[in-house]
Structures are given as C-alpha cells and as structure tokens.
C-alpha cells in the first residue's frame, strides 16, 4: 500500500575541487606537470607519435594500427562516442583510417572555439563520451593543434578545463594525448597523472631508434608500428609508484610511449551494526553504558555472535554490537546512555522510535565515509515492538530514515506483543501490569522502582496496537486466521500522523513491504508459555501475592498470538515462530517474571538465530515451528 505517507530523501553532492599544478622550463629540459594519481580511474596514453597525421595521410608512413590499439586502449570497451579535440578534423579521419567500416562515432570539436563549456560528464557523473583524443601539435609538421611555436590557443582551452578533464578521468573516461612536439611546455599540463615531457632521442626523432617493452608486446604494438615514422618528443620514465607504465622507449631509454590502465576504487567497506533492545521493566545504569555492555538480553549475544564471529561492542568495529537506550545516545558514535525501569513504562512508544532512529544516526557517525552498514535490530518483549515500530515508519516514510549505503537487513522480535495488550489504560491488563510493577510479589525484576503514580504510556500505546485490527489493511490470504500480531498495526501508536487513519497497514503488510522495498527479513520468536499473555494461567499462584488480582485476571483472556505475523513458510525471510518452556504455572514461573526471560536462553531459539542469520540472512529459523493456529492456555 505505497499510498500512505511518503517523503523524498534529498541527495547531497558534494563538489570536488581540484588544484592543478604546473611547472614550466625551457623546451630545452625537462617539462613536469604534476596532478596525483586518482584512486579511480579511465585509461591514459600519451605518446610523442604523431600517429593522428601518419594515420590520417600516409605521407611519411603508415601508422594506423598503432593509432587503432592506442584508440581502442583508452575507450576501454565502452560503445560512448569519442570526444576529439581537434582543431581540424586529422584525428577523425585517421578513426576512419584506422577502424574502417567499425569506426566509433566521432565528435570533433575546435579546443579554441567550442570546448570552454562543453559537458564532459552527465548530470550523474557519468562520462558523455569514451575518450578524448588530443589532436598532435602544429610543430610536428602537418598536425592540426595550436598555431607555432609558443602560440598555443587550443592546449590553453584545453588546460584551462583541467579539473574538469580530471573528473572525467576518474568517472572512467580515457585520455589519448598525442604529440606535443616544440610545445611540450604546456601540451600535457591538462594530464590527470603527472608526466615529464622531454626531447626525443634521437634529435627530431627519425624512424629505427625505438623499441618496446613488454608492456607495449602485451598491447599488441609490433616494431613497425613505432618505427615507422618521425618522432616528435619522449618523457622521462615515470617515478617509483606511478600509475604510468612504460610501453616504449627512445634510443636514450627514455619513454616513448606511457599509459595507464583503468583503475577501479576499491568496493566500499561492508559492516554490520546489531543493536540489542532490551524489553519493559528493564535498565542500564552508567557504568554498564560506558563501558558499551550488552546487558539483559541473556545468550542472545553469544549465539548472534557465532554468526558474526568478528562482532564486538568497539565503536569502529566491522561488526559492532550495539545497547540500545531508552533515554539518549552518545551524538560521536552511539553509544547508550543509562536509563531506568521508568523509562520503559513512561515513554510513549514513538519516543522511544525516534530515540532509536538517533542513536543509530549516532553510531553511524564513525562508520568510514562510502561504507555499506547493514542494521540488524533485535529486541525483546517492549524492545521488539521499538524495533518493529521502527520497520513501519521506515518503510512508510513517517519521520525516520536511512542514508544512501544504509539498509535495514533484519528485524528479530522475541516474546514481543507486536499486535499489543487488550483493554487501555485502565483496562483489566493495565490494571494487572501496573500491579505487579509497583508491588513486591517475588517477580523476578519486579518492581520497577519509581514508577508508582507515573503513567503507563508504554502499555497504553499496546492497547492502541491490540485495538486496530478494525482499521487494518485485509490479509493477503483466507489461509485462517491470521495472529493478532499480522492483524493489528504499530502504526497505531500515539503521535504518528496518518494519511488515512482509518484504513492503517497493518503488520504483516509492513513486513511485507519492507522485504520487497527495504530488503528487510523479519523473524518473530514468540513463547507459547509466556504467560506475561496470558496471565489467567497464572492466577492461582498469582492472586495469594496479590488479592487485588482476583477481581482483573479473570477479564484478561489469553493473547499469546500478539508475538507473531503469520509465517511464510520455509525460506520465506518473513517468519512466525514459537516454542514452548513450562505450560504449568507455579512458584517458579511467577519467580521467572512468567516465563517471560526464557526466549533469551533457550536452546531451540539459539539454534534458530543461527539458522535465521547465517549463512545468509533469512534462513529458515529451524527447529522452531511455525505460530500456533489459535490462543492457547486457559482462556
């Protein structure tokens, strides 16, 4: 239902500013022009040949071929048309020459006259054309760029776009730059890799004095294809580290021919950020937030942590293990600030949302610039719900989000009531929870401190949940019925701004977008024993602790089925499992705050976060069946 609210992300682009460099000496030494290597880019040839003219006219040899591997060498495969800077039309002839009846397209443009705000590159980055060729020098007799000796119009147009040319050389455009020739000064100032232009070797570079490397044999050039014409100029070899290759050398070992291959940048850097929610009735006090502990969420990190072996709680961390914090969050990196039992039950629950949409906003900050960070959000019994409610507004676009490279990868929820509590605040439920918060009956972790006279918003945001399957978006199927948890809509909660309040997508609808939109797989671990849902169960060890129980737990009726969206089936990544612990209550369950602690170390739900997360994200959460059909448990 791609209809609810949506809102654009604006896309920041960053401009590169580039500083060129250029030292000029007398024709009679050595002329360097220096830029930096580029960690990306197209391929490069420069070259003392002439071969645009001896391609073109055969006058004084024939040096297509040549001229054919060094064109083809730059272009790199791609079908873009050639750019030629050309104050004449000799390169695009010689094309014509060279490749014959494949000749790529060719569009010849006047440096003097027409290059000054010509686009190189597309309004995405993306080079408009293959390559550029760079028409010879005037002063090599009979070539078509600049006018003489020291009357350069064209290599000025050209230099003046030397940041320009360099983002198209990084884009993946290639460079020929033919022979520069008396005016080597400043021919090859233009040139995103720095190259030292010197005389040729012999003087005046006659035919016989050059041989290749291998380099230039690996290429395919032959012997004649260099020494069989005059030669205009050479470069000294390049330095240790460069990127150039020497391809072919004059008589005095010098280059006579560079290039360089295309490059690629090194993929972006993968990470992982796993953030452990912790549920209702829970804290973390200063020291366990400063040390970046994961606490209250029982094996549940170790057994994560077998799936993501590298896994620590560093900040620059591959793979970081993050506590999530119901009050705030370090803005350098993340890391939780303490909070208290209060806090889980006080806040409404979209506070607490946006509190994690910051925090990982936070923890993103020390993630290396360009990474791909793929978020895994596992929460237990309130923290589920957070770590849902986080998957719905995501998705629909209400007020959190994601940068470019940023990808909600998984959400897990274990004994979470994703489709809420029955009744409202002051409720039969309500009323029970607030109960055994606020007095000491021997629940373990109970009772929060504090908390007496506060309001429950938390549990009232529940209600809300449980109270809008009548708003909800239909099923997908008639496949039974489906769990309150797919029924009901965590979009339900106080605060979030509606398009259409009255038709809500509900849960397994948000699931189910978010796997095909966001990529996100959905695993939700419920306990059939959990009687944290069905409390009725639990009435008659619950009600000697607690007399004022006897007049609420018979108006509570078993919702077990709030933890669960409706599985998929196998390999799915959409998936509804349950387990089962002690369906009898006794002194020990009411000890074990109600089973509600045994999804966080039970041995089928360890073994089904293996399979769920490894080896790819997912995976059938075996051995853990399927929701069950209906309540269960004494209703």
Avoid at 5 to 31: E, P, Q, Y
Avoid at 185 to 200: D, G, H, K, R, W
Avoid at 309 to 332: H, W
Wanted: aromatic share 6%.
């Amino acid at each position: 239902m791609k209809g609810f609210l949506r809102s654009k992300l604006v896309m920041t682009i960053a401009a590169l500013i580039m500083i060129a460099a250029a030292v000029i000496v007398s024709f009679s030494g050595a002329i360097t022009h220096s830029h930096a290597a580029p960690a990306s880019s197209g391929a490069l040839w420069a070259t003392g040949h002439d071969a645009d003219l001896h391609c073109a006219s055969t006058n004084g040899g024939n040096q297509c071929h040549y001229f054919q591997i060094a064109v083809t060498f730059v272009r790199n495969g791609s079908t873009l048309p050639i750019l030629a800077l050309d104050h004449r039309t000799e390169v695009a002839t010689a094309i014509s020459n060279a490749f014959g009846s494949s000749a790529p397209t060719v569009t010849t443009v006047d440096p003097r006259t027409g290059f000054a705000a010509l686009p190189l590159v597309n309004s995405t980055g993306k080079p408009l054309y293959s390559a550029m060729i760079i028409a010879s020098d005037i002063t090599c007799l009979g070539c078509d760029n600049n006018n003489g000796v020291g009357d350069t119009p064209d290599s000025d147009a050209i230099n003046a776009r030397a940041a320009d040319i360099k983002t198209f050389f990084n884009a993946g455009g290639g460079i020929l730059a033919l022979a520069g020739a008396k005016n080597i000064s400043v021919f090859y100032n233009f040139l995103p890799i720095s190259v030292t232009a010197i005389p040729v070797s012999p003087p005046n570079g006659p035919p016989g004095g050059f041989t290749l490397t291998s380099v230039g044999v690996s290429l395919g050039l032959t012997n004649s294809d260099i020494n069989c014409c005059r030669t205009h100029n050479s470069f000294q070899l390049p330095a240790s580290g460069s990127p150039l290759q020497v391809a072919e050398k004059d008589s005095a070992g010098n280059a006579e021919t560079l290039i360089a291959k295309p490059s690629t940048p090194p993929p972006p850097p993968h990470r992982q950020l796993i953030i452990f929610l912790q549920g209702i009735n829970t804290d973390l006090n200063g020291k366990q937030a400063n040390k970046g502990e994961i606490v209250g969420m029982g094996s549940i990190p170790s057994t994560v942590k077998m799936a993501f072996p590298g896994a620590s709680t560093k900040p620059d961390a591959s793979t970081r293990f993050l506590e999530y914090s119901y009050f705030i969050s370090r803005t350098d990196n993340g890391l939780p600030g303490a909070y208290n039992c209060a806090d889980t039950f006080t806040n409404p629950i979209l506070r607490d949302i946006k509190l994690l949409d910051k925090q990982i906003k936070n923890a993103l900050k020390v993630e290396p610039a360009g990474a791909i960070v793929d978020i895994y959000l596992i929460g237990h019994s309130l923290g589920g719900v957070v770590a849902f409610g986080y998957l719905g507004l995501l998705e629909e676009k209400l007020g959190v989000s994601l940068p470019s490279g940023v990808h909600l990868k998984a959400v897990i929820t274990l004994d979470s009531p994703i489709g809420g509590v029955p009744g409202g605040l002051f409720g039969s439920y309500s009323k029970f929870l607030k109960i055994i918060a606020t007095k000491h009956l021997g629940i373990s972790h109970f009772p929060c401190e504090g908390l007496t006279g506060l309001p429950l918003n938390s549990v009232d945001d529940f209600a809300r949940i449980f109270n809008s399957t009548s708003k909800t978006t239909t099923p997908d199927d008639s496949i039974g019925p489906d769990p309150q948890g797919a029924q009901a809509s965590v979009l339900a909660i106080s605060g979030v701004k509606l398009e259409f309040p009255f038709l809500i997508p509900s849960n397994e609808f948000l699931a189910e977008q978010a796997q095909v939109d966001l990529g996100t797989s959905f695993l939700a671990i419920g306990n059939k024993d959990d009687f944290l849902w069905r409390p009725r169960g639990c009435a008659a060890s619950l009600i000697p602790l607690a007399p004022a129980l006897l007049a609420i737990l018979p108006a509570i009726p078993s919702f077990i089925r709030t933890q669960w969206l409706e599985d998929e089936g196998h390999g799915s990544g959409l998936y509804g499992r349950s387990f089962t612990t002690n369906g009898i209550c006794g002194a020990a369950t009411v000890t074990n705050e109600l089973n509600h602690l045994d999804v966080l170390s039970n041995t089928e739900v360890n073994n089904a976060l293996i399979h769920f997360l490894s080896p790819t994200v997912g995976g059938t959460p075996n051995p853990l069946n399927p929701e069950p059909s209906k309540d269960e448990g004494p209703n």
